[in-house]
């Protein structure tokens, strides 16, 4: 299976890249973890309504078929690591794709955000937009280490 994490921005800062890599490096083939960036539109003096929805279109573009969408988002459900290694191992199961949808500053798209079929809320706090790509990469291999009784998780 593959999880496709499609987030809005690019040019990230090389702490962002290698703590990405760290961590989607150590899944097995299995549980793949692979990034697809969406260039975000600039912001200033933008139509914010606009940039979103224009970012959300190449977000969906950028869906592989058939797959199990599950966005990032402040409303979304708070997830615990065993919560998050539940749903892991139900959609290693289903043998669809995953996309995990992180937005840009100003979040998701309307659209994007009424085809999930999940939305999970990593916290009620903001992080920046770099760091959640970090987070969530870190997240998903400790629940697939939870699954696997890896000593990771301990």
Not at 107 to 121: F, H, K, N, P, T
Request: hydrophobic share 40%; with cysteine.
């Amino acid at each position: 299976m593959q999880i496709h994490m499609i987030a809005v921005g690019n040019k990230m800062p090389d702490w962002v890249q290698q703590g990405y890599n760290e961590y989607s490096k150590r899944l097995p083939r299995e549980c793949e973890l692979l990034l697809k960036e969406i260039a975000p539109d600039k912001r200033r003096g933008g139509d914010i309504a606009r940039i979103t929805k224009d970012e959300g279109e190449r977000m969906i573009a950028a869906l592989p078929s058939r797959a199990h969408v599950v966005t990032l988002d402040i409303p979304g459900k708070p997830w615990t690591t065993p919560n998050l290694a539940q749903a892991l191992q139900r959609w290693l199961g289903n043998g669809q794709p995953v996309a995990l949808m992180i937005g840009g500053p100003e979040g998701l798209s309307q659209q994007v955000r009424d085809m999930a079929q999940e939305s999970w809320s990593l916290s009620p706090l903001t992080f920046p937009h770099p760091l959640v790509r970090v987070i969530v990469a870190e997240q998903i291999y400790r629940a697939w280490s939870l699954l696997n009784n890896h000593p990771y998780h301990r």
